[in-house]
């Protein structure tokens, strides 16, 4: 990425404003790591500056949201401020979010990324919460979430604390020799647990279906990223089973399978 911040470098420090367990504080991490490329999110390998365990900062920065790139509305910094002072004051945009403001709307398209960012992240606070008892399990451990203090902009991104899982390889890179039925099992178990308990991950793609591999082959099977998912509001029991099967996240898991051991035998 051509336009990869120093911050986010290797050895970098950044200030975190902490939510966790609903107590408050600041902290510094060192990044470690930062994989790439970027999504609708960040995600960074870090630790705390003063010593602790590596975790997973992700951050939810719309300055690199992919769909800049893809779309040609790179970042504006005088637009950002623009649409910080617009909701500061309260004053309405020209359009209404999710929809897309016109091209020419520069501070329209920075107000749409700022939308999106918070979107994403409201969407994994609101999994995670639901999927408690799946944590450290078929899904990362939550530690909780924060702020990202980014001096000289009017914002300070979004962030969540993660667990790092290492030895980690996504379904699309990993030796389907190793996938035993009992993983397979263990991952259609907790994809079967998102709707009970409240949850549509809606994007089961090769990369958010994640393998720990050890020397005695894989030993986790876990179900990654909720930016995109479906959490259950006040709807009634029949609705929400309507919902689940429609979206259907079993089948899409059992789909992704059956492709990669078609393709990689």
Known sequence: MNNFPSYYQKGSLLSVRTITSGSVADMSFKVVSAFTPFMMSQVLVVEPDSGGSTIVLK?????????????????????????AQQRLHNTPFDFEFPHWPVREDRVGWEEWYFRQAKFSFSNEVA??????????????????????????RPISPDVLFLEYLNDAHSLKDVETKLITEPIVRALKETVSAFGRLGVIH????????????????????VIIDFGSSCVRDDELDEEWDTIVEEQSDVVYLEKRLASAFKERP
């Open 59 to 83: 951050v939810f920065n719309p300055r690199f949201i992919s769909h800049r790139f893809q779309s040609k509305h790179p970042w504006d910094p005088a637009a950002e401020v623009e649409a």
């Open 127 to 152: 999994a995670y919460s639901r999927l408690r008892a799946l944590q450290g399990g078929g899904v990362p451990k939550c530690f909780g979430w924060g702020t990202l203090n980014l001096p000289g």
């Open 202 to 221: 809606c994007d089961l793609n090769y990369g958010n279906i994640v393998f720990l591999v050890g020397c005695g082959g894989i030993y986790r099977a």
